[in-house]
């Protein structure tokens, strides 16, 4: 795993966003995996910055997002996929059928994800992966426990995740659904080259675990030690308990 701390998120946010602008720079039919929530909102910034200010195409490239919350549907504006039309898929030149995001609505749920999965090899598999690291160590909605060869499935969501995520809900956590459709860990790994943000004191707990600490399915995200073209991205804070940060 390669660790990049850069000055503030915002710097952090810019490196990681031109890595994937030159990813569809230089291959205009690019399948891109994305995340949602706080952290990759800047970096959405910098895509669509690309789009205006250099005409970046993204025409020909299609997304798979992570996740998506069971119950709620496109026009809810909780939804992770009403999140990144706001977010990005309505300010860049996506073809809609080509942004997809898993289903939460579905009436079969284990087919819609089988059908997830197929979609994504039949896309060529994801060149390029997305991440944020939850509190808990969770990427995508891959809470501690999960197992490393998981695949597109429901999750149930943690106390934790819940708790922080309310902040969507009107602070209600009595509101956040308790499940979630998710990627697997195996469908993240299987990714050619991941990008994983986190910034803040509150991931810097996770962060030194996920870089430093055993390969264990009680932090998910430590599963990406064994990743072959990983690069973390950084600001100080999140960095703060890596004891081996200068080497990084
Ligand atoms: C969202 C996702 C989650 C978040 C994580 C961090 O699609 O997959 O794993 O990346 O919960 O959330 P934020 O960025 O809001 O701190």
Redesign the pocket.
């Known amino acids: 795993m390669e660790t990049i701390i850069s000055q503030n998120a915002r710097e952090a946010s810019r490196a990681a966003g031109s890595a994937v602008a030159d990813l569809v720079r230089n291959k205009p039919t690019a399948v891109l995996g994305?995340?949602?929530?706080?952290?990759?909102?800047r970096l959405y910034e910098e895509l669509i910055r690309a789009r205006r200010e250099e005409g970046l195409d993204f025409s020909r490239v299609v997304t798979f997002?992570?996740?998506e919350y069971v119950g709620l549907g496109p026009n809810d504006s909780r939804s992770?996929h009403f999140y990144m039309w706001k977010n990005l898929f309505s300010h860049i030149n996506i073809k809609p059928e080509n942004a997809r995001v898993p289903n939460g609505l579905a009436a079969d749920v284990p087919a819609s994800c089988a059908a997830y999965e197929r979609a994504i090899a039949a896309a060529g598999g994801i060149d390029l992966q997305v991440?944020?690291?939850?509190?808990n160590g969770?990427?995508?909605?891959?809470e501690p426990g999960s197992a490393f060869d998981s695949r597109t499935r429901v999750e149930t969501l943690s106390a934790q995740?819940i708790r922080?995520?309310a902040r969507?809900f009107g602070g209600d956590e009595k509101r956040v659904p308790r499940h979630s459709v998710?990627m697997g860990l195996a469908t993240i790994m299987e990714a050619r080259r991941i990008l994983l943000?986190?910034?803040?004191d509150?991931?810097a707990a996770a962060v030194a675990a996920m870089i430093e600490g055993p390969v264990a399915t009680k932090l998910p995200a430590s599963v990406l030690q064994h990743h072959p073209d990983a690069q973390v991205f950084l600001d100080p804070s999140a960095a703060a308990a890596l004891k081996r940060a200068r080497f990084a």
Do not use: C, R, W
Not at 34 to 41: F, K, R, S, V, Y
Not at 131 to 135: D, R, S, V, W
Not at 138 to 142: A, D, L, M, R, V
Not at 197 to 200: D, H
């Open positions: 994305l995340a949602t929530g706080g952290t990759p909102q997002n992570l996740d992770y991440l944020g690291l939850g509190e969770h990427i995508g909605f891959n995740t922080n995520n969507f998710t943000l986190a910034f803040g509150a991931k």
